[in-house]
């Protein structure tokens, strides 16, 4: 008499699996890709060193504003500090910055007060109760005098010396420099009224015998 196949769930699981390892199956589903998630990471030997903090062993280039330009010797001074402080390249930018800043603070200073004078005197200029209210007139005499000098270069350096010092906004300047223009510059056209009566004979006139011997006598009219 066969043996009967148990019942028993775990008969059955042994029945299909018996059944399922001696019937070979064809199987239709692809195979799935594993997910990027289950892929292995970077490997200890291609990951990136990090880098350590302080000084690196040569200074990069230290960046500065344009217009500014740092000395060689300066900047090799300062990396020798940094790198004696320890510091990294970044801090070191940092004081870089301050003092390229500070720098440039100090450059423009002069000028800020000479541009603050200049516009101090265009101010007085316009207020000054002798030529403030004259000023396009002081400026035609000054400028006419300037080319009386009939040198065009002499005239020309010399506008560029008072634009480049500023002395042609110097009330005291323009002042004095147009009393000087009015005595040099020609004076206005003067109408005649014709001969004098006392020496000069009037057109088509006849001199006596007297004016004839003496052309200077008066006539005495």
Not at 40 to 54: F, W
Not at 83 to 101: H, I, M, P, R, W
Request: hydrophobic fraction near 35%; glycine fraction near 8%; proline fraction near 7%.
């Amino acid at each position: 008499m066969p043996a009967r196949i148990p019942t028993h769930p775990i008969g059955k699981l042994w029945s299909w699996k018996t059944a399922s390892s001696s019937t070979p199956q064809t199987s239709t589903t692809p195979t799935e890709t594993p997910s990027l998630a289950n892929q292995p990471g970077e490997s200890l030997a291609n990951q990136k060193t990090e880098t350590a903090g302080g000084a690196p062993e040569v200074y990069a280039t230290w960046n500065v504003p344009d217009g500014f330009q740092l000395d060689e010797t300066v900047s090799k001074e300062i990396g020798g500090i940094f790198k004696g402080l320890n510091l990294s390249q970044e801090q070191g930018q940092k004081l870089v910055d301050f003092y390229t800043a500070k720098t440039a603070e100090s450059a423009n200073e002069p000028y800020k007060v000479w541009q603050e004078t200049q516009e101090q005197w265009v101010k007085e200029v316009k207020a000054d109760r002798e030529i403030g209210h004259k000023l396009n007139e002081v400026k035609t005499t000054i400028s006419r005098a300037i080319d009386g000098l009939n040198d065009p270069k002499l005239a020309s350096a010399f506008r560029e010396a008072m634009d480049f010092t500023g002395a042609g906004n110097n009330p005291a300047f323009i002042k004095a420099f147009y009393k000087l223009a009015q005595m040099v510059t020609e004076g206005g056209h003067v109408a005649g009224s014709g001969p004098s009566t006392a020496s000069q004979r009037r057109a088509g006139e006849v001199p006596s015998a007297a004016q004839a011997m003496y052309p200077n006598l008066p006539t005495g009219r």
